[in-house]
């Protein structure tokens, strides 16, 4: 409970308090006989000063106990995504693009796996976070409904397709939001349709995935050799997807390769991958505890008002009233 809250509280307790004590002052009688609170007056003071003592003792110790279970589902696998932006993305042989598609069924992903931790990497000639690390859905489907190969123009630095730099760029955001060297459980995913032309050796790189046990689902889409236009000399544009190193790096990582055919290819891999990954969740039960300050900051301030009614009321002049009863 926050401190805003304990004021409102307070405020409200010492409202109430005031009028008690003034409707007292005017008619002792209206909350209990007046003959009975003289006789038991010492005992009443006594008991107010053993809560204040004991409210006062307590109130540092900061004591806590059970009040409840609960069970909590550990979603604690984060999932690397690699998504390649290059020119050949653009491609129409998946309606209405292979971005387009891959992008639909990223979206449809991030809704199956609520509360993971998910990031993305997009990369080309040059790999970058994109999307870094967050449990939010909302806020990655936000970022990636707002994404566009347009965001990528073919120029020097978005020229190729590193996948080697951004495997290495992947494991090394893992370690990174981590803060740690050693294996836990990861997942990557590497979507490309294209040949590693640039940078690092993605064979090396993989070598040190194997190392980590981290596994590796490599998605190669569509096919090799399809025309996506002519350039400047009028010359075919094609894509130049290679699979034999997509389904080596697979087979080197211990994990799948998987072929993008279609348009619901995307759809079924997508949706086995986040039926396996819930099929694993593990649950706990933990306890929900609550601060025994919650009841003792109003005992303390009933007992404190309850004293210094008393004290207050011994210094002023006393009243006598008359507890006969006529008959």
Do not use: H
Not at 17 to 28: A, D, H, I, T
Not at 34 to 51: A, E, F, H, P
Not at 211 to 238: S, Y
């Amino acid at each position: 409970m926050s401190f805003s809250v304990y004021g409102i509280w307070i405020s409200l307790l010492l409202i109430a308090l005031c009028g008690v004590f003034f409707f007292f002052n005017k008619k002792p009688k209206f909350l209990v006989p007046i003959s009975l609170l003289q006789k038991n007056i010492r005992r009443i003071y006594r008991i107010l000063v053993v809560s204040l003592l004991v409210s006062v003792v307590l109130l540092p110790l900061r004591i806590s106990f059970v009040s409840d279970k609960q069970i909590l589902v550990q979603k604690d696998l984060p999932i690397q995504i690699l998504l390649d932006v290059s020119l050949s993305m653009a491609s129409n042989d998946l309606s209405p693009s292979r971005f387009v598609a891959a992008k639909t069924s990223l979206i449809s992903l991030v809704r199956q796996l609520d509360w993971y931790y998910i990031s993305l990497i997009a990369f080309s000639g040059k790999p970058f976070v994109y999307i870094p690390f967050s449990f939010s859905s909302s806020a990655i489907i936000a970022k990636l409904e707002t994404m566009n190969l347009g965001d990528f123009p073919p120029v020097k630095d978005f020229l190729g397709t590193a996948i080697g730099d951004a495997l290495l760029l992947g494991i090394q955001n893992l370690q990174q939001m981590f803060q740690q060297e050693i294996y836990k459980p990861w997942i990557v995913v590497l979507i490309t349709d294209g040949d590693s032309n640039v940078w690092f050796d993605p064979v090396q790189i993989i070598a040190y995935y194997k190392k980590m046990n981290v596994p590796l689902f490599v998605l190669g889409v569509w096919q090799e050799n399809f025309l996506i236009g002519r350039d400047t000399w009028n010359a075919d544009i094609v894509t130049d997807i290679n699979l034999p190193l997509l389904q080596q790096l697979a087979d080197a990582a211990w994990w799948s390769f998987y072929r993008i055919l279609n348009d619901q290819s995307f759809d079924e891999f997508f949706y086995q991958f986040s039926q396996n990954i819930l099929d694993q969740q593990q649950t706990k039960i933990q306890n929900i505890y609550r601060e025994l300050n919650d009841y003792l900051i109003y005992l303390l301030l009933a007992s404190l008002l309850g004293v210094g009614a008393f004290i207050v009321a011994s210094l002023l002049p006393q009243k006598k009233y008359n507890t006969k009863t006529t008959k």
